[in-house]
């Protein structure tokens, strides 16, 4: 695998984690924490990522996926910072 193709993995990657901060912003909205189905939906929102983390690393090097998710951890902190700067 080339480095095109890991940079459209880890797009795709994104994408991915962009939509499951968006159903977990949906459960907090309509849900109670120590309801069952928040706890359920959270539980299978983790599994989701924890399973594309797996992928990743079965398809590229470890060094590569750490480097690009700390990449992805970094772009989200800076964005953070710019929206919320106090």
Do not use: T, W
Not at 53 to 79: A, T
């Amino acid at each position: 695998m080339n480095q095109c193709d890991i940079e459209q993995a880890f797009e795709y990657y994104k994408n991915v984690r962009k939509s499951l901060s968006g159903l977990f912003e949906i459960l907090k909205i309509n849900l109670q924490e120590n309801d069952f189905y928040y706890q359920a939906g959270i539980d299978n929102l983790k599994a989701i990522q924890e399973n594309m983390i797996k992928f990743l690393n079965e398809h590229y090097s470890p060094r590569q996926v750490r480097m690009k998710l700390r990449e992805i951890e970094f772009d989200e902190q800076e964005m953070e910072e710019e929206i919320l700067p106090f």
